[in-house]
Nanobody
Framework: QVQVVESGGGLVQPGGSLRLSCAASGSIFSINAMDWYRQTSGLERELVAR???????NYADSVKGRFTISRDNAKNTVYLQMNSLRPEDTAVYYC???????????????WGQGTQVTVSS
């Protein structure tokens, strides 16, 4: 089994910054893509940023130039640096990873429990 735990959320003023972290542990041989999603009450969960095993990244248009995703493979951890935050960035942020437990085994997706980010003055 794999555990995924996010941290770093909180309350920040508009224009401020936060750094989210997501650490995966357990039965992990390798991790492919690592993603950050967010969800606002009543809306669908949306992909914010993705980083592949080769460190290719892509971002939602709404966060390009403000958010940066990165990963530390030695620590099985992915980060989301969020700058110039806006009230519309307020949401619960979720981490998702795609991993396998053996060299030839199937890939599974695992989600964290989410961390609240609130941007307000």
């Amino acid at each position: 089994q794999v555990q995924v735990v996010e941290s770093g959320g909180g309350l920040v003023q508009p224009g401020g910054s936060l750094r989210l972290s997501c650490a995966a542990s357990g039965s992990i041989f390798s991790i492919n893509a690592m993603d950050w999603y967010r969800q606002t009450s009543g809306l669908e969960r949306e992909l914010v940023a993705r980083i592949t095993s080769g460190s290719r990244t892509n971002y939602a248009d709404s966060v390009k130039g403000r958010f940066t995703i990165s990963r530390d493979n030695a620590k099985n951890t992915v980060y989301l640096q969020m700058n110039s935050l806006r009230p519309e960035d307020t949401a619960v942020y979720y981490c998702r990873i795609e991993s396998r437990s053996t060299i030839s085994g199937p890939t599974y997706q695992y989600w964290g429990q989410g961390t609240q980010v609130t941007v307000s003055s």
